[in-house]
């Protein structure tokens, strides 16, 4: 099937960005939750539970299961950022969707340390029952997920410019693709919490509103770029209809099933 025409130079395709970005949204929520929390107590101490958009519940429950999505956001953000280096000459939309994974997993993961050391909810509320708040350990969170926080900015902003070849100029170039990738995250995980079957206040009190805040910081991705010129050859995000279309069918299987939940027997 051929491809429509390109954008106009200079412009990228919002709608395939918007669907490579929710591909990777998708992947990386699947990821923390599924593997980083399901799995993982389902292979220890869970004979069961229910597995929804916005985390794993169980009766079960254990201080490794509970850092587990952390553990498993950061391992991948790792593989898809090394990912980029195998995949150095494929497309600009596969480029784009390993940055955009590698994005979406190291914000959150790194953006609810910073939240788990200052409030009280979350998965790791087990992990830091009795501890209050201003503790060393509480502290040290804190400190931890903003230092790695902003480094994991610098880090997605690099991956563009080395995967897209865009540089420090380019900031409305980032706000486009950022922006996109960020709405897209909001939506598809705001429409799958709405049928959450365990309530709105168990949502609330879960990592997905952690995980949305921290994926704010996709807006701000063009104030930590320091490439003056790029060692990649600029290339537009132009249409596919294959990534739409998977995009459309997946987002709507995730709302629809990991949405109303999914309940799992070891």
Known sequence: MAEPASPPEGKEDPLTISAIATLAFLLADVLQMGLGHAALALLTIAPNGILTSAGWSSAYDNPLIDSGGVIVGLAAAALFGLSLRVFATASARVRLFLVLACAFNLLASTGTLFFYGLTDIGDWYTVLQGAARWTPLRTGLIVTGIVTYLGALFLVAWALAHSLGLTRGDRARYARITRSAW?????????????????????????????????????????????????????????????????????LSFILLLGRGITLNR
């Open 183 to 251: 709405l897209s995250a909001m939506v598809v995980s705001c429409l799958a919490a709405v049928p959450n079957p365990l309530g709105v206040k168990y949502v609330l009190l879960s990592d997905l509103p952690m995980a949305l805040a921290s994926d704010t910081g996709l807006l701000f991705v063009r104030y930590f770029a320091m490439t003056r010129s790029s060692p990649a050859a600029a290339e537009r995000v132009t249409r596919s209809r294959l990534w739409i279309a998977a995009a459309a069918i997946l987002a």
